[in-house]
Structure formats: structure tokens, C-alpha cells
């Protein structure tokens, strides 16, 4: 099956740095979503970014699905912004079944 | 309602019982998911229905888990003589699918049901 690589694994920033998290998969997908898992172990919607580039305020993302990857940028980080970053692709092989995670990125800012 | 809901949202069992956890999707939603998040899994797909049916139950781990939806909305997932391995909190996710306003297939996930085997 498709595989999903999340890197780094671990960040630690100070309040205000910018940062950029990375997922790269190994097959076309039909789907790439981005989600925040807050404290409460709730997944929050970042974005639906099969391909190209979106905005939503001090969140930005892109996927490059030619490539294989997608980017997850963090402006000007706040301690709220801490908890864990996943990306979830759909194989296109397996289109309107499964998402498949990756292992995460942990964020903790710090104040 | 406006998002997806779960009940119990924990559920404390002892080895051996069974376990009932219940998924509401988002109102409309076609297409209907389980996955289940554990320390050393990571978070694993379970079983994917549409409307009613199963198309995809690869996902579940042994044959005492099983699922069921009913009138295109509510699903129940049980797991039979639970496990101390089954110990992990289990999400719902559901979708639009070609009915429902676009992107369709963008996944909205429930706050989970925490279950703990003793």
C-alpha cells in the first residue's frame, strides 16, 4: 500500500518562529488532507490540498502531487499552535476508501 | 448536527466483554470510515462503508470486530471479547461523496471513543 513519511518528527520552537513541516508519499493520491490533533486528541481540518497551494492565515500549504510531497508552513507560531501535525493521503489506487496517515510531526512551542 | 459525533466518548471494559461504540455522521454524509489510534499503531483504517454497505472492511484486525450502519447514517462498531490489545481510542470519520457540496472527499473526523480493557 502507500506509504506517508512525516518529517521532522519532533520540533521545538520559541513563540513567533516560522516553520515547515514535510510529508512525502509514495504513490499518486486522490486526496492529501493536513490535520492538527489538539490536546483533547480531536483532529482539526488544516487543509484539502490534493495539489497546488492554499492560505489560511498564518497556516499555508502545498502540494506538489508530481513530486510526491506536500508543505505544511507555520507563520509566526503561537503556543496554541502545539500538539501534533499529521498528513493523510487516499491512494488513488484505492479512490473513496482509506485514508492512509503518516506518523506525525510533534510541535511544542514554547512562550 | 454539525459534526460528526461519537458515544461513549470512554469506555472502561473488563477482558472478555463486549463493547458497543457509535458513530453519528455529519447529516448527508454518504460515505462513513472507523479508524483507531494506539501508541504503537499509530492511526489504522478499520472499515469504509457506503450508504449501508461495506466495500472495504480490510482494515478490521480480527474477526471479533464488526460494523454495521443503518438508514444510510449511524454505525455501530463492536468489538466481541475485548482484549488488553484493543485498548486505543477509536475515531469516526465521515464524507460527502458525490451528493454533498464539494471537495467530496475531504474526511471530517469525531472527538474519538477512548477504550481502555482492563
Known amino acids: 500500500g502507500i506509504q506517508v513519511e512525516q518529517s521532522p518528527p519532533d520540533l521545538i520552537l520559541q513563540e513567533g518562529a516560522n516553520s515547515t513541516l514535510r510529508c512525502n508519499f509514495s504513490d499518486s493520491v486522490n486526496n492529501l488532507q493536513w490535520f492538527h490533533q489538539n490536546p483533547w486528541g480531536q483532529l482539526i481540518n488544516l487543509f484539502y490540498i490534493p495539489s497546488g497551494t492554499k492560505q489560511n492565515g498564518r497556516l499555508s500549504a502545498t502540494t506538489v502531487a508530481t513530486e510526491r510531497y506536500s508543505l505544511l508552513y507555520i507563520s509566526s507560531s503561537q503556543t496554541t499552535d502545539s500538539g501534533v501535525y499529521f498528513c493523510?493521503?487516499?491512494?488513488?489506487?484505492?479512490?473513496?476508501?482509506?485514508?492512509?496517515f503518516g506518523e506525525g510531526t510533534q510541535l511544542t512551542v514554547n512562550p | 448536527g454539525a459534526g460528526v459525533s461519537q458515544s461513549p466518548s470512554n469506555k472502561v471494559t473488563e477482558k472478555g466483554k463486549d463493547v458497543e461504540l457509535r458513530c453519528d455522521p455529519i447529516?448527508?454524509?454518504?460515505?462513513l470510515y472507523w479508524y483507531r489510534q494506539s501508541l504503537g499503531q499509530g492511526l489504522e483504517f478499520l472499515i469504509y462503508f457506503q450508504g449501508n454497505s461495506a466495500p472495504d472492511k480490510s482494515g478490521l484486525p480480527s474477526d471479533r470486530f464488526s460494523a454495521e450502519r443503518t438508514g444510510g447514517s449511524v454505525s455501530t462498531l463492536t468489538i466481541q471479547r475485548t482484549q488488553q490489545e484493543d485498548s486505543a481510542v477509536y475515531l469516526c470519520?465521515?464524507?460527502?461523496?458525490?451528493?454533498?457540496?464539494?471537495?467530496?472527499?475531504?474526511?471530517?473526523f469525531g472527538p474519538g471513543t477512548r477504550l481502555t480493557v482492563l
Open positions: 447529516s448527508g454524509h454518504t460515505a
Open positions: 470519520a465521515s464524507r460527502a461523496g458525490t451528493s454533498g457540496a464539494p471537495p467530496y472527499n475531504e474526511q471530517f
Open positions: 493523510a493521503v487516499e491512494s488513488l489506487a484505492t479512490s473513496g476508501s482509506r485514508l492512509t
